[in-house]
Structures are given as C-alpha cells and as structure tokens.
C-alpha cells in the first residue's frame, strides 16, 4: 500500500462545482432517492476528490459524483466513498461547510 504522503504528491487543484447525489445507506432502504446537490472540488487525483460541502454526509456513505472531464460540458459519473469530514472552522453555528475527503470506488 502506498504512503499517504506519495497519494498527495499526484493531486492536482481542480476549483469546479461539483454534482452529487448520496445514495441511500442501507438502514434508510425504505427513504427516498438519495440527496443532491453542489459541491466545490479543491483537488483531485486518480484516487479521490476533497470537497467542500454545506451538508456533512456519514463517514462510509457512497455519493455518485459527476466528475468532470475535459470536455468542457460533459461529467462522468463516479461512485465515491466519504473517508472524512471536517468542520471548517469559520462557518455558520451549527453548519456547514464542511472538508469532505472522498475515495473513488473503482
């Protein structure tokens, strides 16, 4: 497995809104469709995306996220793993935004 200091070395800055859906937990399977929304990507890598977020979602919730690709219009959607959240700390009481640091599930 690699080094966590190597997977930072290939991050690349990526400052774009993002579309996201969370998909429902597995507890939640009678709820409705899973959330959508934007969220801003900060960087990104073959491995995963950090986000910034309004809402916090659960550690281990799996979003579809529309990555986007180099043409212009078109995004790819992903499956992405939450590994952590932060509080950024000069947000509203008792909100967000929040760091959110994704996984990409292959």
């Known amino acids: 497995m690699k080094d966590s200091h190597e997977n930072h070395n290939e ?16 507890k939640d399977h009678g709820r409705e469709e899973g ?7 900060l960087n ?3 491995g ?3 986000l910034l977020m ?4 659960k550690v281990e919730q799996v979003l579809k996220v529309y990555v ?7 995004g790819t959607p992903t499956l992405a793993e939450v590994r952590w959240t932060r509080k950024v700390p000069f947000g509203k009481t ?3 935004p929040y760091l ?7």
């Not at 309004?54 to 979602?57: A, K």
């Not at 986007?68 to 078109?74: K, N």
């Not at 959110?100 to 292959?106: E, R």
């Open 35 to 41: 959330r959508r929304g934007k969220a801003l990507s």
């Open 54 to 57: 309004e809402q916090v979602p």
């Open 100 to 106: 959110v640091g994704v996984k990409f599930i292959f």
């Open 44 to 46: 990104i890598s073959s």
């Open 94 to 96: 008792g909100g967000g």
């Open 68 to 74: 986007p690709t180099p043409i212009a219009v078109a």
């Open 11 to 26: 991050r690349v800055a990526l400052l774009r809104p993002i579309p996201y859906e969370m998909t429902p937990l597995m």
């Open 48 to 50: 995963g995306m950090l």
